[in-house]
């Protein structure tokens, strides 16, 4: 018998979508922690995310849902636990080091079962951390030698989400479909502006008066998933595109922190390759 | 019989609320364009605005609503209509100057129906917009026996709100009290840093690096009312305290406009000297 | 005999050139009001703005700078006062509206001289203000017969900078070049990301979290010119793209009118397609 | 011989300053690699940060210098070099950890030599870092005696800077004045919204839709100190207090980091309990 639950609904809209769930919410004497629905225009897609309390068993709650909806919704419940995630790192310390403080706060709601590296300069900080961390070297492999070793590794372990912690390698479509909607990467862009390689210089050339970054899932079109979060922060003549990439560093680490928080939180949808976020 | 409605309810919390209310908008046969609910856990208060479409009778409708809630919420189910505004100016143009360009664009979901000024400088400005302006000086007499003929000419009017797009001077409980919860001012500081007098001349003399505004609901403690919006601007050493003014106008412009448009479009609730804001 | 002036030197580094500069000033028995340099590294170019304040003539300071810098600098003795500036508009009324008021209330450094849309939607609002309004349709004609029109009626006038305050029209190379470094433009993204047609309904497609606004100076490439000021709003899963472009509307014009100030401020330097802004 | 230095000269402003200066630059054969100048209107103080590159003495450089201006002017000529600094933190490791990280980075221009704590609780986290951490009890002895106890802590150190990464305890006059004007704090609110105790419970009964975290020079008056950085970030009414404070923490952290930058890169002149930044 769970005690909280949060609850996500996502199916075409139809009249009386609200009441069917909240007459399941009411018949098992549940208390509404908070209650938030959307409804895509475009496609009339209906979305909901509710907290709810009281004694109820999760699996049985998300039958009778179902069943009310009449099988044609998707519907979870779930009941909070922290998730498990991967890291994959490669020189940049700012990310994953973000990451590291507020796990170790107990502000994640995760654990972090790993930390890979291409490189092995990080190793030091992560085992400070206890967490184990392997480094994966691409040197003199091809791509798809490499990430099947990367694979090799990740199917040691049980995670919900692989974290691109400033993982400066792209993946092939075959890595990217083995984790579907699973791998959370920052980009050091405010995108779509400065899609591909190196941003900041990118961003330096074009004289931009602002810099900003985008935590999003990752698909097969590089840079072109489904976008979580973004922020930016004002730059100048006078910063040169290191100083961009420094000043950049800070927005980065925020964005991805802020973007893993709400899907560890069961906040975010997806669909049409956009987010929903409640 | 309506086609659409902004349906409003506030009420201590308890279970079933969101069930109660979906099912009369289920029997009534309408479609739930948008829905949002919050409650307030310090005293457990419930809101919700909820945008419904349909053939329906807006009185009936909130006659059932009430019946089904059991006579203790608050529900107003209003069909949206431009509202009538009041806007009390003294010398700056820049916050009436921007509502009288969404108003000539049709932007502003609302009709201003006069525009009262203590001095008369930007009555040619704002008789070009065909809007009467009238000048109610203060000089030479008291305080009591302005805001009197104030309302004299306040009483000649029905509107909605009253906007203080920029009117510099403080009101008496009396005239607060009678236009309980219709006054919005907007406030040059982001409050509560610099209530009173010259906030700018304070802000410059603290030595700030971001100021800000702030539009909130007027009540009798000065500068003390419900916040609807704010918002600020990076400043630094080279504003003195007349460029902060010059900088910071742009920002009180905005958001007296956005809270206006919060207000205008009933997305407003105002509990416990605060907002909740739809 | 000026008492005030804006002195703007650019050229290559060299050791010596603040010195040389600074000597000039102390010889004329200026003052220094404001002074600010930088260099960029990329090729090593000087920039430099003063504002210094005495009893000298404009030109001869002019000469004797140029003289100490070896004629090798650019360098402008500009005694400040209003400058001369067209509007350009379509249909939209946010910007311009946002510039008359500025206007009206003297804040703005420029006198408009006139208006040309290429409808006459604008004109009733514009003429209100007492600024000529001509409307040059381009219906039935090529897009250079109406430029050609465009450029008889600005030939009538004379000006400092012609500002695009939302006009929705491609400009020619050949009218770029004629008003070269003179035309500045308030583009509704945050460039470089959405170039080209209908940027919020790109925004919104692509799912982006902020949204933003971009004044340049217009180059013959379209939204390429270098950037003189941006900014950015959050928007969310709830705004679809006439939302955007609703909220875009604010961030537009506030956006045009500081980057028109720094132009009109004599701040703004071009240099690689860059702007260094003082 | 150096060949980098940072030249930081304040006094009051008079003609030809700023020709003296760069005289002895061209006379000494220095590069100015970077150059700002700020004259206080209100006392007529002038304020110059340069950076110059040469063969030079640091200390003959800093002679003629103060000889040419008279002797009446606070010159400073600082060769680049890590500076030692020590934190004080009470238990949240946000603010402390994003400093470790960047420490370890090398991002930071400092050896942090100690970590003072009056509890143990982030102990652990310090000396993984290989950094020494003194937790001081404050538990049953008088403010003044535990304040002793710090300082023959302190004592033991050579240090530039005390950054109070969290501390929340009140520091004595004799305290603030023992380090004066070497005491950074980062205080949790938009100050000087919310001096004192639990600003985020002060912000959130007053209902406003965006906090602040600012860092400051430590002076006598608590929380009245010359302010360095301020930021701020949106909330609304779903943040209860301790979601304003969880959110805080991230605008609490860069603002700290990024003040210390400015100050560790000698950027920072304090004059009127104000700050000039160049």
Redesign the interface.
């Known amino acids: 018998m769970a005690n909280r639950a949060r609850v996500l609904i996502d199916c075409n809209d139809q009249?009386?979508?609200?009441?069917r769930v909240?007459?399941v919410?009411?018949e098992h004497?549940?208390?509404?922690?908070?209650?938030?629905?959307?409804?895509?225009?475009?496609d009339q897609h209906f979305f909901m995310r509710s907290v709810v309390a009281g004694d109820f068993d999760a699996k049985s709650l998300e039958n009778t849902l179902n069943k009310e909806l009449g099988g044609r919704a998707d519907v979870k419940v779930i009941t909070p636990a922290k998730k498990n995630i991967i890291l994959m790192v490669t020189k940049e310390?700012?990310a994953l080091?973000?990451l590291?403080?507020?796990y170790?706060?107990g502000?994640l709601e995760a654990n972090i079962v790993a930390v890979i590296g291409n490189r092995d300069n990080l190793k030091s900080?992560v085992e400070?951390?206890g967490i184990p961390f392997i480094t994966i070297s691409a040197d003199g492999i091809s791509r798809e030698e490499h990430e099947d070793l990367v694979m090799q590794e990740l199917a040691k372990y049980s995670f919900d989400y692989i974290v691109l912690a400033k993982y400066m390698r792209i993946l092939t479509p075959k890595f990217v479909a083995t984790y579907e909607g699973k791998i959370i990467n920052i980009h050091h862009s405010?995108?779509?502006?400065?899609i591909g390689a190196n941003p900041y210089k990118q961003a330096y050339n074009?004289?931009?008066?602002?810099i900003?970054a985008t935590a999003h899932f990752v698909t097969n079109d590089l840079d072109e998933g489904?976008?979580?979060?973004?922020?930016?922060i004002?730059v100048?003549?006078?910063f040169?595109w290191k100083d961009m990439q420094?000043a950049g560093r800070?927005v980065e680490k925020?964005v991805l922190?802020?973007a893993l928080k709400l899907v560890l939180e069961d906040r975010v949808f997806v669909h049409n390759?956009?987010?929903?976020?409640f």
């Open positions: 009249k009386g979508l609200v009441y909240s007459k919410f009411y004497d549940l208390n509404i922690i908070s209650n938030r629905e959307f409804v895509d225009k475009e310390s700012h080091g973000d590291l403080i507020r170790i706060d502000e900080l400070r951390f405010f995108l779509p502006a400065f074009r004289g931009v008066k602002i900003g489904p976008i979580i979060a973004q922020d930016v004002s100048n003549h006078r040169d420094r800070d925020i922190s802020r390759n956009k987010t929903v976020i």
